[in-house]
């Protein structure tokens, strides 16, 4: 088992930037892929950001080049460096760590999200 804590959700302005992070406890070495999602009202959980455990990152395109995904190996802590933030970044976020080989999921951990709130 995996436990996930987030935390790092605020109400911010437009043009401000947040950090998320996401403290990772248990059986981490299982893991082999870090993301983070966002839920939106009326939406699907989509995906924001994810890092494998190589350290290779990729992002939604309404996202790249503003959002950063990082990881703290020795904490087995993930972050999201959010800048530039825009109205429609608002959102639950949720951190997840799962294990996929070959594009088939076999462990899939949630943390319990955190809100973020841009305002115009």
């Known amino acids: 088992q995996v436990q996930l804590v987030e935390s790092g959700g605020d109400f911010v302005q437009a043009g401000g930037s947040l950090r998320l992070s996401c403290a990772a406890s248990?059986?981490?070495?299982?893991?082999?892929?870090m993301a983070w999602y966002r839920q939106t009202p009326g939406k699907q959980r989509e995906t924001v950001a994810q890092?494998?455990?190589?350290?290779?990152?990729s992002y939604d395109d309404s996202v790249k080049g503003r959002f950063t995904i990082s990881r703290d190996k020795a904490e087995n802590i993930v972050y999201l460096q959010m800048t530039s933030l825009k109205p429609e970044d608002t959102g639950i976020y949720y951190c997840?760590?799962?294990?996929?080989?070959?594009?088939?999921?076999?462990?899939?951990?949630w943390g319990q999200g955190t809100q973020v709130t841009v305002s115009s």
């Open positions: 890092i494998t455990a190589g350290g290779i990152s």
């Open positions: 248990g059986e981490t070495f299982r893991i082999n892929l």
């Open positions: 997840n760590f799962g294990r996929v080989v070959l594009g088939s999921r076999s462990l899939d951990y």
